[in-house]
Nanobody, 126 residues
Framework: QAQLVESGGGLVQAGDSLKVSCATS????????MGWFCQAPGKERVFVAT???????DYADSVKGRFTISRDNAKNTVYLQMNSLNPEDTAVYYC????????????????????WGQGTQVTVSS
């Protein structure tokens, strides 16, 4: 059974917006940093954005100013609002959970995360 469940992907045109969501249980979500990663066909999975439990965010340069990560701690859900989409954003988008750590971690590094969703496809046509 999937621990993280993404939804909201789809087919859109260049310039459109899309919001994807990732829901999980309180046991997994509470106190955790949540991240979004994407993987285009034939490419490695790469960092997109991350948000800590307290709401601090970080973004890949390629999405800064266009994407917004947010979380609703009462609903155990993290969101990724994607604006001004372009065909290069086409990928499977994965959410992931990094457990509470007691030391500094690199939240852009995939190995920092211990739970992953199954992914949701985002396709942007030109």
């Amino acid at each position: 059974q999937a621990q993280l469940v993404e939804s909201g992907g789809g087919l859109v045109q260049a310039g459109d917006s899309l919001k994807v969501s990732c829901a999980t249980s309180g046991r997994i979500f509470s106190g955790s940093t949540m991240g979004w990663f994407c993987q285009a066909p034939g490419k490695e999975r790469v960092f997109v954005a991350t948000i800590t439990w307290s709401g601090s965010t970080d973004y890949a340069d390629s999405v800064k100013g266009r994407f917004t990560i947010s979380r609703d701690n009462a609903k155990n859900t993290v969101y990724l609002q994607m604006n001004s989409l372009n065909p290069e954003d086409t990928a499977v988008y994965y959410c992931a959970r990094a457990p509470p750590y007691y030391s500094v971690r690199n939240y852009r590094d995939l190995s920092t995360y211990d739970y992953w969703g199954q992914g949701t496809q985002v396709t942007v046509s030109s």
